[in-house]
């Protein structure tokens, strides 16, 4: 069975999922959607995963833009495995309506939770407490491949019906926002002007001013700049100087330089839809 897996993350949590379900169902393909720059994927494999993190209760901007380039692919099964730090809400509903603006058919939507990485609230918790989270999510990832395997459709995994309403309205308000939150990040006078944020970036949106990384309004709240930083120099609002930085354990600095295709130095940032 041919699979061919996508990916969007900002630290690790998604890329490990990924990969955990690429190894359970054996031979399969993955593919970071920071690579993918816009262009229409051709893709001939029998099952079609997309795995990301869910951000403000819904899809990532890139996310949807990638949907959009996979415009008329008929895989015999699509499935979407939505990443998140508790609240999944309306995110894989919202995505089988995307895909099917592409004519795509989503066959199955599952929810995993891991730690959060929304810095801005909190650090991820206690490392007991994210192991926890994997050994679960690892489980989870076993069930869902028995069903991937022999291509069983299924209902997309949902929220709460207050959270959907209450929390789709705030998705809705904030979408547009989101490139210019970027104007929250600063750096204090650890940063030596490593370029780590430059190339870890997704979004390919930050440069260097004055041996400083300066954030260019084209931002997709990954918060990858921030968490890989290795002198943990790049803060976000005023509470995060005091919160613990976090990626997955598994996952190194390198497989999300691999992820972006970033050591390409001119490389234009993904725009928003
Ligand atoms: C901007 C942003 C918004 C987020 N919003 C949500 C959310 O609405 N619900 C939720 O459960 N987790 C939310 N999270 C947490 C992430 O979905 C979660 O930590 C995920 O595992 C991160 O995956 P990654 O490591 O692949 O980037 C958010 C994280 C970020 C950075």
């Known amino acids: 069975m041919g699979t061919r897996i996508f990916y969007w993350t900002g630290t690790g949590n998604s890329l490990w999922v990924a990969r955990r379900i690429g190894d359970e169902l054996g031979g399969a ?9 816009g262009k229409n994927q051709s893709v001939d494999s029998e099952v079609v995963g997309l795995v990301f993190p869910v951000y403000i209760w819904g899809v990532p901007a890139p996310v949807i833009r990638f949907v959009n380039t996979l415009n008329g692919l008929q895989p015999e099964y699509i499935f979407a495995i939505a990443v998140n730090g508790g609240q999944v809400s309306n995110t894989l509903i919202q995505l089988k309506k995307v895909m099917a603006s592409s004519g795509l058919s ?14 801005p609230w909190g650090g991820p918790g206690p490392r007991e407490k994210q192991r926890e989270l994997f050994t679960l999510a690892g489980e989870k990832i076993s069930r869902i491949a028995a069903g991937i395997r022999e291509k069983v459709p299924m209902a997309v995994e949902k929220g709460p019906l207050w959270q959907r309403i209450i929390f789709t309205a705030l998705y809705n308000l904030s979408f547009s926002r989101v490139p210019a939150m970027d104007k929250k990040f600063w750096v204090d006078d650890r940063c030596n002007a490593c370029k780590i944020c430059l190339r870890v970036c ?11 990384p300066l954030w260019n ?3 997709e ?5 921030l968490q890989w930083c290795p002198r943990q120099a790049i803060q976000y609002g005023k509470r995060t100087p005091k919160y613990e930085r976090y990626h ?17 130095k001119d490389v234009e940032p993904m725009r928003r839809p």
Request: charged residues 20%; aromatic residues 6%; proline residues 7%.
């Open 29 to 37: 393909s993955l593919f970071p959607v920071a690579k993918s720059k």
């Open 106 to 119: 989503l066959s199955a939507g599952f929810e995993i939770r891991m730690p959060s990485n929304y810095i």
């Open 217 to 219: 309004h084209q931002c």
């Open 202 to 212: 997704p979004a390919s949106n930050i440069t260097l001013r004055e041996g400083k």
């Open 221 to 225: 709240q990954c918060f990858a700049c």
């Open 248 to 264: 997955h354990p598994e996952v190194i600095l390198k497989d999300m330089l691999k992820s972006g295709d970033l050591l390409r």
